[in-house]
């Protein structure tokens, strides 16, 4: 059977999480600016690796992000490699200053 995977966007713990059959898998911290998101960290659990839920989890959030007219800015190194390597429609960045 398919797993029930879901990511949902946290505002008061300033992440956005997955959740794999129920359990916390993962989040990709943010710090919101006006008209910003600046995302910090992402980490998904060991136990949970290999499924493929670090790519959902960057899609979804990022998706999530340019839906509400949120720049992005990659402070997260995984967030920073998954934008070069994947289109997100609508999506404003806003590289960090290297």
């Given at each position: 059977a398919?797993?029930?995977?879901?990511?949902?966007?946290?505002?008061?713990?300033?992440?956005?999480?997955?959740?794999?059959?129920?359990?916390?898998?993962g989040?990709?911290e943010?710090?919101l600016?006006?008209?910003?998101?600046?995302?910090?960290?992402?980490?998904?659990?060991?136990?949970?690796?290999?499924?493929?839920?670090?790519?959902?989890?960057?899609?979804?959030?990022?998706t999530?992000?340019?839906?509400?007219?949120e720049?992005?800015v990659?402070?997260?190194?995984f967030?920073?490699?998954y934008?070069?390597?994947?289109?997100?429609?609508?999506?404003?960045?806003?590289?960090?200053n290297?």
């Amino acid at each position: 059977a398919m797993a029930d995977i879901t990511v949902t966007r946290n505002d008061d713990e300033s992440r956005y999480e997955i959740h794999y059959d129920g359990t916390l898998a993962g989040f990709a911290e943010y710090k919101l600016r006006p008209g910003e998101i600046l995302f910090v960290h992402t980490e998904v659990d060991p136990a949970f690796q290999g499924k493929g839920l670090a790519s959902r989890l960057g899609h979804d959030a990022l998706t999530d992000a340019a839906a509400k007219n949120e720049t992005i800015v990659p402070y997260c190194p995984f967030i920073a490699k998954y934008l070069t390597t994947h289109e997100i429609p609508g999506a404003e960045i806003r590289w960090p200053n290297r």
